[in-house]
């Protein structure tokens, strides 16, 4: 699993925004300063989380950005995909990409009908998928209480963190 910069500082610039009250719209200038970026790239990233229909844009001498939705109701996977369309995040499932990625000098892999590795990589992918999918900018949001909130994220996962510890 990579999460890319792109991804990160996106984060990081709808984060800025979900401090604000809603409709409040919150300046390129401003996010970037707060966040160490330059206002050409804070725009990329929040020009990608608009036409995900994530922030919207207001126009004028006060414009900015602001939330479509409260932070409750944000998912962060939803702003991961958002930033990234070829993301490990991008398809839930996502089991036969991870097959093309890595075919040594062949098309395809010589392990696509029998694979020890492909069921494991996908079970991850499907546990952090689901994890982040759990996840608010509300949560995000609440920093001295990030590690209750992913302690629960992850409940619908620990059968498989059971097993796994047993397997070994």
């Known amino acids: 699993m ?3 910069a792109q991804e990160e500082y996106g984060l990081r610039c709808i984060l800025q925004l979900a401090h ?3 409709g409040e719209p919150v300046s390129v200038t401003e996010i970037a ?3 160490g970026l330059s206002t050409d790239y804070v725009t990329k990233l929040l020009v990608l989380l608009r036409r995900a229909g994530l922030v919207e844009s207001i126009r004028g001498v006060n414009g900015g950005y602001t939330l ?3 932070p409750e109701n944000i998912l962060m996977i939803d702003v991961l995909q958002a930033l990234d369309e070829d993301s490990f995040f991008y398809h839930e499932t996502g089991g036969s990409d991870l097959c093309r990625q890595f075919p040594g000098k ?3 892999c010589t392990h696509v009908k029998q694979c020890g590795i492909r069921p494991v990589w996908y079970s991850l992918m499907q546990y952090i ?3 982040f999918s759990h996840i608010t900018l509300a949560h995000l949001m609440r920093e001295e209480k990030g590690k209750e909130f992913l302690n629960k994220a992850m409940e619908p996962q620990q059968e498989l963190i059971q097993i796994s510890e047993g397997s070994g």
Do not use: M
Request: aromatic share 12%.
């Open 2 to 4: 990579k999460i890319t």
């Open 68 to 70: 479509t939705k409260s």
């Open 129 to 131: 998928y689901s994890v």
């Open 33 to 35: 300063e707060k966040e």
């Open 20 to 22: 604000y009250p809603p």
């Open 106 to 108: 062949l098309e395809e």
